[in-house]
């Protein structure tokens, strides 16, 4: 497989790997070798690269190092995969979802935002139990890592549900339990008490999250009162905000103030904070987001914003242009349809193209950027994951480019973001376990959870008792 590498205007550069470390220690064999694969990383400058017939030692689910294959080749191992023809590429993460909204997937469709909302959605989720949200974020798991996602950020009820299925599926999950000021103040205090809780679990492979709703359906006082609780508690913010143009305006007539003014007003921009959508940023909000105290990052979706007809989208470039990262995300399947962060990339590469009327901006590398490194900061874990390197957790995914549909591969980034797809993820792995091998899935079974899903649909769907868990109006 070829690479035509493309200048540093790109992002581009190969990677360093240190081949005289193989990984060993003291003769112990390693958890786990990845051999023969062509491995992206990424250089002192960030820039993407590739490393060909490359191997990937990992040891207590960590990367001990990234060399070449002959050096592994007498290096014992408790498992080891044959990569040969495909690439290593750090997890994919979502990094804004309502993963148990799967179970909503095609029930509203062809609406605008506020019917889908006011007369489907709301009144559809006052229905959800506890066991309908389990086997919601069961079903969306699933799907994620056979799209070779390996951590997302999730914003939703019933969390304790979501935490005991990324527990048990194997997943690394940023965690947020929603609330709006219309619950009253238990609504905030059950959103920080789970946050306190899970904080840590599943072996450290959850983090979590303050989750205020929105602007539009949380207070300023409930805002205030969110930001002082991150500061005292050390936790990050999660929440919508301007995801619309419509949101923007609408804020602007009624209140006199952007979404995101709202937002630094408040406090909640002095905390690390990640916005969903953003959509209906305007150029006035930009000054604040560049001198926000805290670790301000976005989420774009854009697959669902072409399917709500909005009429603009986030705007990456002048985020670029101010140090903000920009996580790459699919938003809930109940809008969406998908949870396939690999459409989310290359949607967010063309997008970006149309809108700023320009072919050279998003590249395919600063496309691979934003799904790796970007991404990983979005959601605090830029130290963590997002690529692959020594000392990072081991959260891996193997891309099978021997198809037609990607060969013969001239420029790999291209063929990765453009011709790729999720159906060619073979293995993913997270904190050096495998999770799906050979596009077998290993810690779901989606047939019981799609079985109990059926029979539990008719009382989900039920829309007579007129109920709605909100009301959507900006």
Excluded at 102 to 127: C, I, K, M, Q, Y
């Amino acid at each position: 497989m070829t690479d035509s590498r493309a200048g540093s205007s790109d992002g581009s550069a190969a990677g360093s790997p240190d081949p005289s470390a193989a990984g060993s220690t003291a003769g112990s064999p390693a958890d786990l070798i990845i051999t023969g694969c062509t491995v992206l990383v990424h250089d002192d400058q960030e820039r993407i690269g590739f490393e060909e017939d490359a191997a990937i030692v990992v040891r207590d689910g960590a990367v001990v190092s990234v060399t070449s294959a002959d050096a592994v080749r007498e290096l014992p191992a408790t498992e080891r995969i044959d990569a040969r023809g495909q690439v290593a590429m750090p997890g994919l993460v979502n990094c804004h979802t309502h993963a148990p909204m799967v179970t909503l997937r095609g029930v509203a469709e062809d609406l605008p935002t506020e019917e889908w909302f006011n007369d489907v959605v709301w009144p559809v989720e006052s229905n959800l139990t506890e066991r309908d949200v389990e086997l919601g974020a069961r079903l969306a798991c699933a799907e994620m890592i056979r799209g070779g996602v390996t951590c997302f950020a999730d914003h939703y009820f019933s969390m304790d549900a979501v935490a005991a299925v990324v527990d048990a599926c194997g997943m690394r999950a940023h965690l947020g339990e929603a609330y709006f000021s219309s619950q009253g103040p238990q609504g905030r205090e059950r959103s920080l008490e789970f946050a306190l809780r899970h904080r840590g679990g599943a072996g450290g492979r959850i983090t979590t999250t303050l989750a205020p709703h929105a602007p539009y359906t949380v207070d300023d006082a409930d805002l205030a009162a969110t930001a002082s609780l991150a500061h005292a508690h050390g936790l990050p913010v999660h929440l919508h905000a301007s995801e619309n143009r419509d949101q923007a305006e609408a804020s602007l007539a009624r209140h006199g103030v952007t979404p995101v003014e709202v937002l630094h007003r408040t406090g909640i921009l002095d905390t690390d904070v990640l916005i969903a959508h953003g959509t209906g940023i305007l150029d006035r909000d930009l000054p604040l987001l560049s001198r926000a105290a805290g670790r301000t990052a976005v989420a774009t979706a854009p697959r669902g914003y072409l399917k709500f007809a909005w009429p603009t989208t986030t705007p990456v470039r002048a985020l670029h242009d101010l140090g903000i990262p920009v996580g790459l995300a699919t938003d809930g399947a109940a809008s969406n349809n998908s949870l396939d962060v690999w459409e989310s990339m290359a949607l967010t590469a063309l997008v970006q193209k149309s809108t700023t009327g320009d072919p050279r901006w998003l590249t395919a590398r600063q496309a691979l950027h934003h799904a790796s490194l970007q991404s990983a900061r979005a959601v605090g874990l830029g130290d963590v994951v997002g690529r692959i390197a020594p000392g990072r957790r081991a959260d891996i995914v193997l891309v099978d480019l021997t198809g037609p549909h990607t060969q013969p591969v001239h420029d790999l980034a291209a063929a990765l973001v453009h011709s790729a797809r999720s159906s060619d993820v073979r293995t993913t792995i997270v904190d050096g376990r495998v999770l799906m091998r050979d596009r077998a899935l290993l810690t779901v079974d989606v047939a019981a959870v799609v079985g109990e899903l059926a029979e539990r649909m008719p009382a989900l769907l039920d829309r007579s008792h007129g109920r709605r868990i909100q009301e959507y109006d900006t």
